[in-house]
């Protein structure tokens, strides 16, 4: 019922910045929150910002600064604006959503993943 298309991922230098955009479509009641997960090869998944349906924000540590999440209500998308980039940057970032969609008993919505290289 729900489908969610990342883009914006891509190569970058050190120091470069790139855009993340999550696009949420389908039977959307409410959206809770919308975030950006991050794994690199042979590491686990990790939380690495959140916005909530009252605008609030939370990042992970490691990108406190240089990272922003983003929304445009009216278009269901999220957006990470990623800044001062660094090799360790450098995973598939997943879009994910909690919300209440019509006809499901599901909460949690993945997007595909899109690929960030922080490379020089």
């Known amino acids: 019922q729900v489908q969610l298309v990342e883009s914006g991922g891509g190569l970058a230098q050190p120091g470069g910045s790139l855009r993340l955009s999550c696009a949420a479509s389908?039977?959307?009641?409410?959206?809770?929150?919308m975030g950006w997960y991050r794994q690199a090869p042979e590491k686990q998944r990790e939380l690495v910002a959140i916005i909530v349906s009252g605008g609030g924000t939370n990042y992970a540590d490691s990108v406190k600064g240089r990272f922003t999440i983003s929304r445009d209500n009216a278009k269901n998308t999220v957006f990470l604006q990623m800044n001062s980039l660094k090799p360790e940057d450098t995973a598939v970032y997943y879009c994910?959503?909690?919300?209440?969609?019509?006809?499901?008993?599901?909460?949690?919505?993945w997007g595909q993943g899109t690929q960030v290289t922080v490379s020089s």
């Open positions: 994910n959503l909690n919300a209440l969609v019509w006809g499901s008993n599901r909460s949690d919505y």
């Open positions: 389908g039977s959307i009641a409410r959206i809770n929150a």
